[in-house]
Structures are given as C-alpha cells and as structure tokens.
C-alpha cells in the first residue's frame, strides 16, 4: 500500500522552511497589494521545485508526482497563491509541454521554465465553456505554414506576468466525423502579435495569484506550435486535469492543515471566562473534527498521488487515476471550505479581521471547488467510474 517515504518527509521539511522563510514573512502585504510576487518564482526554480517530475534531461530532477504534491501542500499551508503558482506552473504549464511537445517544444521551453526563470498558462477555459470544454469558441484555421487564432480565454493562471513565455491554448480546428468539434492545442509565445493579455482581474481571493482573461485576434504562430497531433486536443486536457485535479487537492490539504494549525493554537492561547475556549466542547470538538478533515483529506490525496505514480511505472490505470483523482478532489476542496469556516468561528470577530491569517484562507478556499472541474464535475466522473449511465 502506499505512504510516504523518509525522502518524502525530509523534503517536506525543506519546503516548509522555505514557505515560511521566504513567503510567510511577506504575503500579508503581497495579498493587501494583489502583487504577484516574480522574485519568488526563480528562489522556487533554485529550490527544484518546478522541475520535480521533469526528466533530468531536462534541467529536472526526475521525481515522481507524490513529490510535487508534498512541495504544493506546504506551499498552500502558508499561502494558497503560492502553491497554485507551483501547481500551475507544473502541472499546467510545464506538463503539457513535457507529455505531448516534441524536442524542439521542449528543448525551446523547458529549460527556462523548469528553472524558474520563466513560467506557462494553459489556456483552457472561455467566457462561454468553462465545465463544457467541449464548447470551445477559439478557432485556429491553417494559412499556409501558420495558424491563425481567433477567440477569448478566460481566468488563465500564470498568462500575465513579467516572465510568462508562453501559453498552450487549446483551439477548434476543424469538425470530426460525427460533428463535434475538433479541438487541438497550440503554443502561443508571450507577446505574439494578436495576442493580448486582458488587465488582472478583481477576485474574492488569490490574490497574489496571477489570473488574466486572454485575447486572440488574427495571432499567427507557426504550425509547428501545435502540441502533439491535431485533434488530441480534448484528450490531452482531460489527461492534464487529471493530474490538476491531485495537485489541487494537495493545495488543498494545506489549507485545511492551516486552519487546524490556527484554530487549536487559538483555542490554547484565547482566555474566555477565565479559561481557554479550548476547555469549552463546544469549540474543542470543531477543532476535533478539523484534525478529521485534515488526515482523510491527506490520505486521499497521497493515495491518488501514488496511483499516479504508479501508473507512470505501469502498474495502473488511467482510470483509477482519474477516479481516485475525482473523489480526491471533491473531498479535499469540501473539506478545505469548511475548514476555513470552522477556524473562522473558533477565531470569533478576530476572524473577520484581515490581519488574521483565516480570513486569507477563508477568502482563498472557495475557488478550490470550482477550479479544475467543479464538485459538480468530480460527482459526475465518479458516477460514471461507478458504471452509472452518463
């Protein structure tokens, strides 16, 4: 059965330095001024983090997934931006690239990206399909050896920053036989011309994350931008949130681990009526049960982690991946939600106070269910594991 290894908890303790050395410190101002943090990135890529499962061909280390997910969890403790900034950047960004491109994609990207000198979006999501992908509105029309992109993303991690080079967009090129559209995906470079990066938007939480509407009107790139075959499209995605969706939940796991952290620190140190308000049922038992969120949100997070890792190595199937990825992610993001609620009400008005860490968490939790397939998705993919009808 899987768990993690001594390897595993002596990185985790490398990457819990690190957050709380080089973020913590910092992200109260970094998320009051909605700045995303570009010196950051290149102290992650030092750190080796962008490149755990990148073959060392690479500039990687070649790990394996479990171990991206460690580093994502204790990223997320400290700061849920941050972590979706590496959950992105890899899983995202570099992975895309990495499993479909061939050696000029890679030897043309990779190398900066796994360094942390330069990062990717993945441009997936429109004002009009977001869920139903499958409803993509991009269109990307050969002229001779170029293509040409018409069309709007929307909500693309990572799209806008200073060092962002490049974006896998995924486009409508051509209809299959039984009418349904076919989608390919195709590298756009940073600053092509026609493609435009929208201003940031305004979001409820991750602030410090960089999130941008992208437009493209007549953008040419060379037809050899296209990743993998025409037409693969909508499968490489669906394999890529696959592996968002464990990713996600890792993030978060620690979420809800800082919340737990937060909540049974207050609950000792908070005098009420002369006593802790740990000493009261009513709040010992919400923390209680936080500690129950954090350790089966964890399990099932490692557990579809290994199942990926193994799957690598042949030993599974990309269905029990993406089932176990699926009720991962469902329980973990629920869970993460109603772990910043619970440590919000053990916090009491200090709760609702922005210099308190929860109402970061708070903020930043929701978007956990809705990105990377909605809890509505993850119910539908694990229906249709169970051999219900679609």
Same mark, same amino acid.
């Given at each position: 059965?899987?768990?993690?290894?001594?390897?595993?908890?002596?990185?985790?303790?490398?990457?819990?330095?690190?957050?709380?050395?080089?973020? /913590?410190?910092?992200?109260?101002?970094? &998320?009051?001024? !909605?700045?995303?943090?570009?010196? =950051? +990135? *290149?102290?992650?890529?030092?750190?080796?983090?962008?490149?755990?499962?990148?073959?060392?061909?690479?500039?990687?280390?070649?790990?394996?997934?479990?171990?991206?997910?460690?580093?994502?969890?204790?990223?997320?403790?400290?700061?849920?931006?941050?972590?979706?900034?590496?959950?992105?950047?890899?899983?995202?960004?570099?992975?895309?690239?990495?499993?479909?491109?061939?050696?000029?994609?890679?030897?043309?990207?990779?190398?900066?990206?796994?360094?942390?000198?330069?990062?990717?979006?993945?441009?997936?999501?429109?004002?009009?399909?977001?869920?139903?992908?499958?409803?993509?509105?991009?269109?990307?029309?050969?002229?001779?050896?170029?293509?040409?992109?018409?069309?709007?993303?929307?909500?693309?991690?990572?799209?806008?920053?200073?060092?962002?080079?490049?974006?896998?967009?995924? /486009?409508?090129?051509?209809?299959?036989? &039984?009418?349904? !559209?076919?989608?390919?995906?195709? =590298? +756009? *470079?940073?600053?092509?011309?026609?493609?435009?990066?929208?201003?940031?938007?305004?979001?409820?939480?991750?602030?410090?994350?960089?999130?941008?509407?992208?437009?493209?009107?007549?953008?040419?790139?060379?037809?050899?931008?296209?990743?993998?075959?025409?037409?693969?499209?909508?499968?490489?995605?669906?394999?890529?949130?696959?592996?968002?969706?464990?990713?996600?939940?890792?993030?978060?796991?620690?979420?809800?681990?800082?919340?737990?952290?937060?909540?049974?620190?207050?609950?000792?140190?908070?005098?009420?009526?002369?006593?802790?308000?740990?000493?009261?049922?009513?709040?010992?038992?919400?923390?209680?049960?936080?500690?129950?969120?954090?350790?089966?949100?964890?399990?099932?997070?490692?557990?579809?982690?290994?199942?990926?890792?193994?799957?690598?190595?042949?030993?599974?199937?990309?269905?029990?991946?993406?089932?176990?990825?699926?009720? !991962?992610?469902?329980?973990?993001?629920?869970?993460?939600?109603?772990?910043?609620?619970?440590?919000?009400?053990?916090?009491?008005?200090?709760?609702?106070?922005?210099?308190?860490?929860?109402?970061?968490?708070?903020?930043?939790?929701?978007?956990?269910?809705?990105?990377?397939?909605?809890?509505?998705?993850?119910?539908?993919?694990?229906?249709?594991?169970?051999?219900?009808?679609?």
């Amino acid at each position: 059965m899987f768990e993690l290894s001594q390897d595993h908890e002596d990185f985790r303790k490398v990457v819990r330095d690190f957050a709380e050395k080089e973020v /913590a410190p910092h992200i109260a101002d970094w &998320d009051r001024e !909605a700045r995303f943090p570009t010196e =950051l +990135v *290149p102290k992650m890529g030092d750190l080796g983090l962008f490149g755990l499962i990148v073959p060392a061909e690479h500039g990687g280390s070649d790990g394996d997934f479990t171990s991206l997910c460690v580093a994502i969890e204790e990223l997320g403790r400290v700061d849920q931006s941050v972590g979706i900034t590496l959950s992105a950047g890899v899983g995202l960004g570099i992975n895309p690239i990495l499993t479909y491109g061939d050696a000029e994609q890679k030897d043309r990207f990779l190398p900066d990206l796994v360094a942390g000198r330069a990062l990717a979006g993945f441009g997936l999501s429109e004002p009009e399909a977001g869920s139903d992908a499958g409803a993509t509105r991009t269109r990307a029309v050969r002229d001779g050896d170029e293509w040409v992109l018409d069309g709007a993303k929307a909500f693309i991690t990572n799209s806008g920053t200073p060092i962002t080079s490049v974006v896998t967009v995924t /486009a409508r090129t051509g209809t299959n036989p &039984d009418g349904s !559209a076919q989608i390919s995906a195709i =590298l +756009v *470079p940073s600053g092509t011309p026609g493609f435009t990066v929208e201003p940031a938007y305004r979001k409820l939480g991750w602030h410090v994350s960089d999130t941008h509407g992208l437009t493209f009107d007549g953008c040419r790139v060379p037809t050899a931008n296209l990743l993998g075959r025409e037409g693969d499209g909508f499968r490489q995605f669906l394999t890529i949130l696959d592996d968002g969706r464990i990713a996600i939940s890792a993030l978060a796991v620690g979420c809800a681990q800082a919340c737990l952290e937060l909540a049974a620190d207050y609950a000792r140190t908070r005098m009420a009526f002369g006593r802790p308000i740990g000493a009261n049922q009513g709040v010992a038992f919400q923390v209680a049960d936080l500690a129950v969120m954090v350790e089966s949100a964890r399990l099932l997070t490692y557990k579809a982690a290994w199942l990926k890792d193994e799957l690598h190595a042949g030993r599974r199937s990309s269905r029990e991946v993406k089932h176990a990825a699926a009720i !991962a992610k469902l329980h973990s993001t629920e869970a993460a939600v109603t772990a910043t609620r619970i440590a919000t009400q053990v916090f009491g008005g200090n709760g609702f106070m922005e210099e308190y860490p929860v109402a970061r968490f708070y903020r930043d939790a929701k978007i956990l269910e809705i990105g990377e397939g909605t809890s509505e998705v993850q119910r539908m993919v694990i229906a249709r594991g169970l051999g219900l009808p679609a």
